[in-house]
């Protein structure tokens, strides 16, 4: 069965640290995606990954930044967290033909 | 830039009744597809039906099916014969050159 597993359901940090949220697939997809979630605005795409080592940015990279060394692990890092950037953070994988995409159960990070 | 509107922030249907949500989205593309996806209190998306662009004929999954009027660029969702484990924040999404999701429509299911 499909799996896209996020390290951590919940995480608090402080404002000005270094924060990675990481996200895992199992299922040898070449894409793979950030979004945030937040009331009322929906999805919005951070970054995403198309390839090993390769990146895209979304539509709200400004504050992130991404690492994808392994084709199944693709990681999220808030260089210094600030409280706006306190969400719920959805990890996604899909084939190359995108077509579907399989989501992870989300991490709501507080930056306090 | 590709956009996608749910009109609709919350809704509400008695139990075993239909209720329709609506989408439309604004493309200048000819090729993409189009997602409604569900998203209960758990938080997984999970797919609930998925509309190819150039498939004249509506999607359907059992209890779910799509209205997708292509010149009309609208995509509702129905659902028929409403269950109590429905209830979820219903989000519908395009994907062409990019990926893009609607602000979410509440569903709210009365026993």
């Known amino acids: 069965d499909v799996k896209v597993t996020q390290s951590s359901r919940y995480l608090v940090k402080r404002t000005g640290e270094k924060v990675f949220l990481e996200c895992v697939q199992d299922?040898?997809?070449?894409?793979m995606f950030w979004y945030r979630q937040d009331p009322g605005l929906g999805l919005r795409l951070i970054y995403f990954?198309?390839?090993?080592?390769?990146?895209e940015k979304g539509d709200i990279p400004e504050g992130y930044s991404v690492s994808r060394e392994k084709k199944e692990r693709f990681s999220l890092i808030l260089e210094s967290a600030s409280t706006n950037q306190t969400s719920m953070y959805l990890c996604a994988s899909s084939p190359l033909d995108l077509r579907i995409q399989h989501f992870g159960d989300g991490t709501r990070l507080s930056i306090l | 830039a590709q956009t996608v509107t749910q009109s609709q922030p919350e809704m509400s249907v008695q139990e075993a009744e239909t209720v329709t949500l609506s989408c439309t989205y604004d493309?200048?593309?000819?090729?993409?597809?189009l997602f409604w996806y569900k998203q209960p209190p758990s938080r997984q998306m999970i797919l609930v039906i998925r509309q190819e662009a150039y498939k004249q004929q509506n999607a359907t999954e059992n209890r779910f099916s799509v209205n997708f009027q292509k010149a009309a660029k609208s995509f509702s969702l129905k659902i028929s014969d409403s269950q109590l484990g429905d209830a979820a924040m219903y989000f519908c999404a395009y994907r062409g050159g990019d990926m893009r999701f609607g602000a979410g429509t509440r569903l709210t299911v009365k026993p």
């Open positions: 493309t200048s593309e000819s090729d993409y597809y």
């Open positions: 299922m040898d997809h070449e894409n």
């Open positions: 990954s198309y390839d090993v080592k390769m990146k």
